[in-house]
């Protein structure tokens, strides 16, 4: 059964740096889309961050708020994605899920919160 469970969240003070993991089982996520998702208090669920399969060469994209703060990886020898958050800000308060697709059906992780406040 394919599952996804995120993790990492927490409090931080803005500047900070905040690390989250998503682990997958089931599937062998190195072959799959993996993108992270945000959604903050009263707003829709936004993209953040995606990275291509390995046979694709791990390409990634982000959206235009988190550029050169954020970092999403692999480590496929422990079926894990990353999102490494550096220099964070209040506004990247939120909570944050991983997705793929697989067979046109779309997963998501449970989530994991991030609040960024002094």
């Known amino acids: 059964q394919l599952q996804l469970v995120a993790s990492g969240g927490g409090l931080v003070q803005p500047g900070m740096s905040l690390t989250l993991s998503c682990e997958a089982s089931g599937f062998d996520s190195s072959t799959r889309v993996m993108s992270w998702y945000r959604q903050a208090p009263g707003e829709a669920r936004d993209w953040v961050a995606v990275?291509?399969?390995?046979?694709?060469?791990?390409?990634?994209l982000y959206t235009d708020s988190v550029k050169d703060r954020f970092t999403i990886s692999r480590d496929n020898a422990k079926n894990t994605v990353y999102l490494q958050m550096k220099n964070l800000k209040p506004e990247d308060t939120a909570i944050y899920y991983c997705?793929?697709?697989?067979?046109?059906?779309?997963?998501w992780g449970q989530g994991t919160q991030v609040t960024v406040s002094s």
């Open positions: 990275i291509s399969p390995r046979s694709a060469g791990a390409n990634t």
């Open positions: 997705r793929t697709v697989q067979n046109n059906i779309v997963y």
